[in-house]
Structures are given as C-alpha cells and as structure tokens.
C-alpha cells in the first residue's frame, strides 16, 4: 500500500530539548516536504527537498532543520524547540506528472512545546 | 508570492442539499489547483484537482470550476451526506521552475452536515 509514515504521532517535550519528528514514503517519490498546521492559517510549507542531499526553504523555515540521506526519508529536527513551534505538523510525498506536482499528506504529528 | 482566500470558514448544511466552498489566488502563472479534505486526526487527502487548461471537472458527488480571468475557484459538493462533514482545504501552485509545486493553502472550510 502507497502511504507517507511519521513518527511520533504525538509528542509533548519542554523548551530547548531536541528532537525529530521522521518521515518515510514507499512510493519512490523524489519530491517530500514538510508543512505545519495552525488555527486559521491552513498550512504553510517549511521545508521542501528534490531530491536526496537537495533541500531548500519554505514559507516558515526558522527554528527547523532537515536532511535528506535516502530517498524515502525526510526527517525534521528541531534543534531547541519552542513553545511557538507548537503545532500540527505534516509530511507530504509529491508525484510529478509533466509540471503538475500532486502532493500526498501523511497522517500528521500533533506537537506540543512546553 | 501566491495568496489564496478561502470562504466560508465554516459551513453548515442539511443532508441532501449542497454545498459551495470558493477560493481566490493572486499569482497568475498558477496552473494547479488540488481540493484536500481533511478528517479529525487525519492528514489531507486530495479529493479531486484542476489544471489552468480546464474549466470544470467532475467526480460523481464532487466538482471544481475554475474561473481563470477572474482568478477563483469553487469545489461544489452535491447531495451531501454525514460523512462529508470535514474540513476542506483548496491549494494552488505554479508547478514547474523552482517552485516545484509547493502548494499555498487556503485557510480552511469546516463542513457540516446534519441528518
């Protein structure tokens, strides 16, 4: 079955302590990103990569980082998080076909910063 | 960059009848443009999409116009059921160059359908 994984699901920490939230795709996708989620502003783009070793910044990149080793991983890191990093957090595969990109969204981990 | 306005941001219909979420973008060299419907405690799922070249589209219950002169468009729900009800997002991009098709995200509809 096609589908995009992210680990953990959900996830409470305190200020400063680093983590990383993983994500994995089976479909050979070149093209991953990460978005986040907030009451009444949809989702904004953090991160995007190309492809393996290639990555470049969203909309909201600052206070994240990511890599991009294999190609069906992309994890984010938080290097010291925040309380403002607080929020729904999701990865998305993204097919291309000719200049159309069709994105497909993981399931989403629910972060919480205290 | 590319805005895109949703409305409503909420939504509430009586099964069977239907329901009309409109979108509008600013940048004019979008050529993509996805419906995501989301679930609680789910990500989006895309539900049906347009390209620029085409003006409607259909899928049994669902149907987006695009209006590219006046820059919007509308995802059209007919018959609505229960389980419709979700939060429905509208996206566009420009696809292709550099952008490699991030998609900038409407605000969000939360739907509502009551029995």
């Known amino acids: 079955e096609a589908q995009v994984t992210q680990n953990p699901r959900y996830l409470i920490t305190v200020t400063g302590k680093k983590l990383t939230v993983t994500c994995s795709q089976n479909m050979?996708?070149?093209?991953?990103?990460?978005?986040?989620?907030?009451?009444?502003?949809?989702?904004?783009?953090?991160?995007?990569?190309?492809?393996?070793?290639?990555?470049?910044?969203?909309?909201?990149?600052e206070g994240y980082k990511v890599s991009r080793k294999e190609k069906r991983n992309f994890p984010l890191i938080l290097e010291s998080p925040s309380p403002n990093q607080t929020s729904l957090y999701f990865c998305a595969s993204t097919i291309r076909t000719g200049r159309i990109y069709t994105q497909y969204f993981g399931p989403g981990t629910r972060l919480t910063v205290l | 960059g590319e805005?895109?306005?949703?409305?409503?941001?909420?939504?509430?219909?009586?099964?069977?009848?239907?329901?009309?979420?409109?979108?509008?973008?600013?940048?004019?060299?979008?050529?993509?443009?996805?419906?995501?419907?989301?679930?609680?405690?789910?990500?989006?799922?895309?539900?049906?999409?347009?390209?620029?070249?085409?003006?409607?589209?259909?899928?049994?219950?669902?149907?987006?116009?695009?209006?590219?002169?006046?820059?919007h468009f509308s995802l059209h729900i007919t018959e609505t059921q229960p389980e419709d009800s979700a939060v429905y997002f509208c996206a566009a991009s420009r696809g292709g160059g550099t952008s490699y098709g991030k998609l900038t995200f409407g605000q969000g509809t939360i739907l509502t359908v009551h029995p």
């Not at chain 1, 953090?46 to 070793?53: F, L, T």
């Not at chain 2, 941001?9 to 060299?29: F, N, P, R």
Request: aromatic share 10%; charged share 25%; glycine share 6%.
């Open chain 1, 28 to 61: 050979n996708h070149e093209y991953m990103s990460w978005y986040r989620q907030d009451p009444g502003l949809g989702l904004r783009q953090i991160y995007y990569s190309m492809n393996v070793e290639v990555t470049d910044k969203g909309d909201v990149p």
């Open chain 2, 3 to 71: 805005n895109v306005e949703q409305h409503p941001s909420t939504l509430s219909v009586q099964e069977g009848d239907s329901a009309v979420i409109k979108c509008t973008y600013s940048d004019s060299a979008s050529n993509y443009f996805p419906w995501y419907k989301q679930e609680l405690g789910k990500g989006p799922q895309l539900i049906i999409d347009i390209r620029s070249n085409v003006g409607e589209k259909k899928d049994q219950r669902i149907a987006v116009t695009l209006n590219k002169t006046a820059k």
